[in-house]
């Protein structure tokens, strides 16, 4: 048993759909979330920032006495999970191996896709990650970068013709050649319906907050680490506050926000 | 004459188009710009950070000795023009003031609208500045805060089917009720065709990067501030370099871009 909370940080309210899940998963826990919206999006910029940022986010984490750390950022974990976990005395887990592990194991045809952004593409880690797993799998990844902006601008029901338009535009070379496909971004569970209408049925969508969330789970329950239950509270923390935070973070964590602090994290 | 350069900072690299603009205005000065590439964009952002932010890099600007400094930025203009008015020991120019009297010049109606980020918009500046420039004029302003990932993204040919949906969504309820727009935005002029083809022949739309070139132009001159001749150069840096870099800039600027350093930035 183990009473500390668990840490999550994003780059900024995307991991909300990581919380969502460790939420609906570990009812019982205590959960602090930084989103580093100051600074968002990470998936735009360099490998050097990115480090120097997911350093900061952590060293405020650990702050809180967290028991782990959830990195709920496609981006942070694909250049800069090495790194975290040589500076964090407690353990860490990324999205990219927990979303790999599920698309390894949900293949049939051995053909996986990944969507991203530019940088998480680019870096290459989730196919990686999945050759460590499985030499033999052939990894198609496609680099989204309008999908955030869309989601953030209401852009995403089923029956939006602008969201349709660019995700055909995405999708449409992997369809037909892939059986698994993995969201490799936490906005992008939002755009889900839309993306398995155009990928077709035979598809698997692995959302990379849902697959963290359950490994982050049977961490702590293998390490004896669970709460011994009660409540599960939840606080969040962000590094700038805008006119239009409640709206976004409603359409990521599914619910209304309460408890934020406003964070100068380029002071940690 | 002054053989000292000008600065112009941006959020990012859509600053670019007033450089270009300066170029073309002046081609004997020489230019340092600085584009927050690590940090941006500043239009999602709040009052706070922005400020803290455009002080960073009008440091690093004044280190180069400049002689004026450019705020290529409708956000940072928006709601930091003063704060850095009174930091700066060399004058400062911001889009909005030059903007506002370039629009107030060209309206017949008194109607003019204003479009840019969801900051700049809901700052209420250019209303202010229109304002006293003019009491009686009618002020619109409307957020389109697609328009940069779309100009990022390569969505802006005149043909370009997602760009027209949502050009349409932000601009038809402006159609026909004013005659002057001011396109409150660097990244903006970028889709200039597509907004000039949706509002008509009679609206006058107003380029920011334009005008403030216009304005630095003017302010150099009247003070005697200009270089006694020679050929312009200009030296850019970032506060992150991704791999996307040339593509956008080339976008922006016009022309291939070269010379380009990275700078730590949240350490001025």
Known sequence: MDNRPVGVFDS?????TAVRELRRLLPNEDIVYFGD?????YGTKGRVTIE????QDIRFLLGFNVKVIVIACNTVS??????ASEMSPVPVVGVIES????ASAATKSGKIGVL???TTITSGRYEQALHALQPSLTVTGRACPMFVPLVENGYFGRDCRVAEIIAHEYLDELRGTVDTLILGCTHYPILKGMI???MGDGVALIDTGRETAMEAARLLEHRGLLKDGGDGSARFFVSDRTDDFARLAAILLGSPIENV???KIDQY
Do not use: K, Q
């Open 12 to 16: 900024g309210l995307g991991g909300l």
């Open 37 to 41: 919206t100051g600074r968002c999006p």
């Open 52 to 55: 120097r940022f997911a350093a």
């Open 78 to 83: 694909s250049v800069a999970l090495e790194m």
């Open 99 to 102: 979303a790999a592990r599920a």
């Open 116 to 118: 991203g952004t530019f």
């Open 196 to 198: 398995a209408d155009i």
């Open 261 to 263: 602090g406003l964070v």
